[in-house]
């Protein structure tokens, strides 16, 4: 046991009407990098929580470097060595790059701060990273990738002994997470300890060493990495095995009407003259790299963003967008990439949050009917089994996944026809997609459409009936799912027009 830097023993953790953990245990070796995985709500962040400061145990003991240890605060775990990557981005927008890796423990120059030291200093972590960021770059400039990278940055900046990584490729593209990965080697090569938090099976079984299985808040099992499968995996997670099978055909007939038809739509240089239709009852995939303008084309159409030009024609009439509102009034809904900063409002509760865009229909005279809004927040956390002690818990305690079903409650309550899905799934669990993807086949085959922006190749092959293709802002290729295959998708999406 000589080589384990981190051994934690039965730790218990509760939240008023939730045991968010159930004595766990969990040990990390010197120079290992080790997954810890677990469907949405297992308590894999509580677990990192906890060690790195933010959270303080209920019982259970801490052992770093071969002694008992405790932190009460993020920075006492970084004096000592640990630093977390959190999924969610912690930076301040209005700050340059380099003040928001150096912040609170800024390089001094006498009474004030040494500017010229910290830009160096930060610079000199983008060349080990080998990312090319100007440390003097305004935060808010960034790419969501490229400040995730920014993230990592300032963890690998303290004197770090381990680091936790949660869902560190979320929002990355797959050059940055082939970076990512170099880096990961070469940390583990220099004896630092690695724990991995992430759902992509496929990055597991590549980079890490060791895994944990979480479920519901209790130690599953550990499991060699070069030892198992990833049904091995899967299994131990969910307590049943899943399968992720390409559809080999669209479940929507070619004279299918067509509800959405978008002509030549352009919005700056992200969105340049793209156009497309969108059948009753189809899925239709959008695929594309980082960048590529998906996201832009959604905000658009959904009034969002200014357009600067195109026709949006809904049920063959030709209808202005120019506004969220105006997007909503003719039966459009967005489940935003950022659920956190468009989908959700974080201080609030489920049922508020469900029954936001719904409210007229709550209202008796000057009050709203509080008994009619619980039935229906109530009937959605059934329907989409979202995890919640009840339906006034906080919107903010979730975890990423059941957040994303209360976005996704949100505008089922409000019977939209279109859904716009961006990254649905992104940051969720093995589990938690599954019961996303029944959802979404339960909503086509009742007649509503989907367009799903996805980054995830499964994902498209899995659920589209068409795939959309983009790359730079224009459309590059339309694919039938009977035809589709991932190196079409690539050959589309990196093709420059």
């Known amino acids: 046991m000589d080589d384990m830097i981190l051994t934690m023993k039965g730790i218990d953790k509760q939240f008023p009407g939730v045991h968010a953990l159930d004595h766990v245990d969990f040990n990390m070796k010197k120079g290992e990098v080790h ?24 019982e259970g003991e801490i052992i770093f470097e071969g002694q008992p240890r405790s932190f009460s605060t993020p920075k006492e775990a970084q004096d000592a060595g640990i630093v977390i990557v959190h999924q ?59 400040q995730q990278m920014c993230e990592i940055a300032k963890a690998i900046s303290f004197d770090a002994k381990l680091i936790v990584f949660d869902e560190p490729t979320a929002a990355l593209t797959e050059t940055e997470i082939v970076q990512l990965f170099k880096i990961i080697k070469d940390l583990r090569n220099r004896g630092i300890a690695i724990v991995y ?30 030892e198992c499968t990833k ?20 479940a929507v007939e070619d004279n299918a009407p067509v509800v959405l038809k978008v002509d030549h739509l352009s919005a700056g240089r992200r969105v340049q003259d793209v156009s497309f239709e969108l059948k009753r009852g189809e899925i239709l995939g959008f695929s594309g790299l980082m960048g590529a303008g998906r996201t832009e084309m959604a905000r658009a159409l959904f009034g969002a963003d200014i357009k600067d030009s195109g026709d949006i024609y809904i049920h063959g009439n ?15 809904g967005y489940l935003s990439e950022d659920r956190k900063q468009f989908g959700l409002v974080l201080a609030k509760s489920v049922l508020e949050n469900t029954t936001l865009p719904t409210l007229e229909k709550f209202k008796n005279g000057h009050f709203l009917n509080r008994t009619k809004e619980k039935d229906v927040a109530k009937k959605y956390v059934d329907e989409l089994k979202t995890k919640t002690p009840n339906v006034d818990e906080i919107v903010n305690n979730l975890s990423g996944g059941n957040q994303q079903k209360v976005v996704i409650a949100k505008w089922l309550a409000r019977d939209c026809e279109i859904l716009i899905f961006d990254e649905p799934t992104r940051g969720i669990d093995v589990g938690a997609k599954n019961e996303i993807y029944h959802l979404m086949n339960e909503l086509v085959k009742q007649g509503k459409s989907i367009i799903m922006i996805s980054s995830e190749m499964t994902e498209i092959l899995r659920m589209s009936d068409r795939i959309v293709v983009m790359c730079e802002g224009k459309k590059t290729g339309e694919i039938k799912i009977e035809e589709a295959t ?7 999406a990196t093709q420059k027009s």
């Open 35 to 58: 997954a810890l995985m677990g469907e949405n709500g297992a308590g894999k962040s509580t677990l990192m929580k906890i060690l790195t400061g933010i959270y303080t145990k209920d």
């Open 88 to 146: 969610e981005l912690n930076m301040i927008n209005h700050l340059t790059v380099a003040q928001n890796i150096f912040i609170g423990r800024e390089p001094r120059k006498g009474m004030g701060i040494d500017d010229a030291k910290m830009m160096q200093e930060a610079q000199k972590l983008f060349d080990m990273l080998g990312i090319p960021i100007n440390p003097q770059e305004s935060m808010r400039n960034l790419t969501v990738g490229k």
């Open 197 to 226: 938090i992430s759902h992509r099976m496929d990055e597991i079984k590549v980079i890490t060493d060791r895994i944990t299985v979480m479920r519901d808040g209790a130690y599953v099992g550990t499991l060699i990495t070069s």
């Open 231 to 250: 049904d091995d995996i899967i299994k131990m997670m969910v307590g049943r095995t899943i399968f992720e099978e390409p559809k080999s055909k669209s």
């Open 318 to 332: 030709k209808v202005e967008i120019n506004s969220p509102e105006d997007a909503v009034k003719y039966g459009i």
């Open 486 to 492: 991932q190196e079409k998708i690539m050959s589309a």
